[in-house]
């Protein structure tokens, strides 16, 4: 939501300051400098970028104009890590190999569709549980190997961001190759009459009006935004190792969960209140099932 407001007042911004210093918004309308620099920047980002990145550009683009994730999201995953916690404390590691060979039919898992959603979460959480099923690994050296999982993942998070940037870097540039353009068709016409060049000029200013514009207006935010949005993803998976290698050294779930919350920033971090009365939900309806 906050991308749509934030793109309708770039626009309004500099367009109503255009107005009330007299401009003519029909000078603005030139098509063919829009095709110029959007189409090279394309063209460049295209040039640059792995068909694997470029989806994963798009699709974090399209994950703009969600919420992200929220208080509620921390909230299930810390209630979900509490219960497969409890279930290893009672039953034994072994006892959650089942739930990982097929997540999306484990009873406990299944019941949390918001974390399924979350591939690499999912595939990071499993693949450290079977870590430790196989055993003969301190908790450093697990911690060493979540880190390098998280590492690696926080760098193909970034990539899209990082892409983006640098094509917002290069917008003003292609900016002034329309303006040149411009200049070169002004230059042919140069014998015409003084409103002809006049209007020609003009048309070769705005593409760099353009490519400037979009560059500091549109494309660095979103840019700055889509790394934030990696961060948060990265919380994400932070939470997991903090209340995973908690109850790997031992701790009792309750206290492994604190682990995991606190290590969530204030905005999405729930309350110890909060966290308790969610988990003691889900061990009930734990208790429930089985019963």
Not at 151 to 168: F, R
């Amino acid at each position: 939501m906050l991308l749509i407001v934030g793109a309708i007042l770039v626009f309004a911004s500099v367009l109503t300051g255009y107005l009330m210093e007299g401009g003519n918004l029909l000078v603005l309308k030139q098509p063919s400098e829009l095709i110029i620099i959007g189409g090279a920047a394309l063209g460049s980002l295209l040039i640059s970028t792995p068909v694997k990145v470029v989806k994963q550009l798009i699709g974090q683009i399209k994950g703009l104009l969600g919420k992200g994730l929220t208080k509620d999201d921390f909230l299930e995953l810390l209630a979900m890590q509490y219960q497969l916690f409890r279930l290893s404390q009672q039953s034994g590691v072994m006892s959650l190999e089942a739930h990982f060979e097929e997540p999306e039919k484990s009873s406990i898992l299944s019941t949390y569709p918001k974390f399924l959603a979350k591939h690499h979460a999912v595939d990071f959480l499993a693949d450290s549980v079977k870590v430790i099923i196989i055993g003969g690994i301190s908790p450093h050296d697990l911690e060493s190997l979540m880190d390098e999982d998280l590492q690696v993942n926080h760098d193909e998070e970034t990539k899209p961001a990082n892409i983006l940037s640098k094509v917002g870097d290069a917008l003003p540039g292609f900016g002034i190759v329309a303006a040149v353009l411009g200049v070169v068709i002004t230059m042919g016409a140069i014998d015409g009459p003084a409103t002809e060049i006049g209007e020609k000029v003009a048309a070769a200013l705005v593409g760099t009006f353009l490519g400037i514009l979009m560059s500091y207006g549109f494309v660095a935010p979103m840019s700055t935004n889509l790394e934030q949005q990696a961060q948060d993803h990265g919380r994400y998976t932070q939470c997991i190792k903090a209340g995973l290698l908690a109850s790997y050294k031992g701790f009792p779930p309750a206290i492994a969960v604190e682990f995991a919350r606190r290590v969530l920033p204030a905005d999405v971090r729930p309350t110890f209140n909060q966290t308790e009365e969610r988990c003691r939900a889900a061990g009930r309806a734990a208790e429930k099932e089985a019963a």
